[in-house]
C-alpha cells in the first residue's frame, strides 16, 4: 500500500479532470518513468494488464504506440502523440484508442493531457490535466474505470520508484 494517493476532481464545466499525485522519488526518476518506454511497461497498466510499447519516439511531434495486454489474452491499443515537451517540467499529449498499427479508433474519445513536473521537499509533484472534447467524451472514459485503473498504474510506480 501507498502512502501517497492520487487525488481526482472534475470539472464538468471545462471538460477537465485533475490528477494530483506525489512520489517519494527525485525529479530526474521521476520524469525518466513516464518518458522511457521500458520504464512505462513496468507500471503504466494496472495489474494483471501489461503494457507493451511497439514504439516510442519521445519528443515534441513523437508518438508512443502501446497496447495494454490482459491475462485471458485481450489487447487494447494506445496512441500517444507528444505535442510539446519542456523537459523535467512539462508535456503535453492528445491520446487515443487505436488499432496496432496506430489507426485512431473514432469510437472513443480523445483525451489532450497537460502532466506537469516539479521537484519538492520530498519527492516530486506531477499534476494531470486532462480535457475532453465534449462532457459525454470525460463521463465516456470516466465509466471505463479511469479512475481505478490509473490509481493502480501510479501506484505501481511507487513500486518501480523503490526498486
Known sequence: MTKNQALFSKNLATKTLHVERAFDAPLDEVWDAWTKSDILDQWWAPRPYKAVT???DFRAGGQWLYAMKGPEGDTNYCRVDFKTVDHK???TTAVMF????GNINTDFPTMYWK???KATATGTLVNIEITFDKE???ETIIGMGFQDGFTAGLNNLDEVLAA
Do not use: G, N, P, Q
Request: aromatic share 6%; with cysteine.
Open 54 to 56: 511497439s514504439k516510442m
Open 89 to 91: 517540467k512539462s508535456i
Open 98 to 101: 487505436c488499432d496496432e498499427a
Open 115 to 117: 502532466k506537469v513536473f
Open 136 to 138: 459525454a467524451d470525460m
